[in-house]
């Protein structure tokens, strides 16, 4: 169950950050593959999160996919739209892992019964 929960946290992540991704391309909503795919793939970030909640409380679960999605949207940023990224950036993206793991290291886990 605690792993089933980490594995829909992990996959809601990546629909965020490949929804994040479209939205340069969506150029304000006027493009309609680009504008479906994010729409598609933040739907499913959600529905993801929602089996998530059954295990992870929603404070540490909304730390991790806030906290992971902004350091791999930086990443792909860099790579895919070659923005650039500073040492400050670098920092800061070390401490958001370090606070990720520290949540997910003390987090007081839940299991529930119904699932």
């Known amino acids: 169950m605690f792993l089933n929960s980490y594995l829909m946290l992990a996959l809601g992540i990546l629909f965020e950050v490949a929804g994040t991704m479209l939205l340069p391309l969506s150029q304000n909503f006027t493009k309609i593959l680009p504008t479906a ?3 598609v793939f933040y739907m499913a970030s959600f529905y993801c999160l929602t089996f998530s909640l059954r295990v992870i409380p929603i404070g540490v679960l909304y730390a991790t996919w806030s906290g992971m999605g902004i350091f ?4 792909f940023g860099y790579f895919i739209y070659r923005q650039s990224v500073n040492w400050q950036t670098i920092l800061g993206l070390c401490l958001i892992i370090i606070g990720v793991i520290l949540v997910n ?3 007081e886990l839940h299991s529930d019964s119904s699932a």
């Open 105 to 107: 290291s003390f987090a």
């Open 72 to 75: 791999l949207i930086t990443i």
């Open 37 to 39: 795919g994010l729409a």
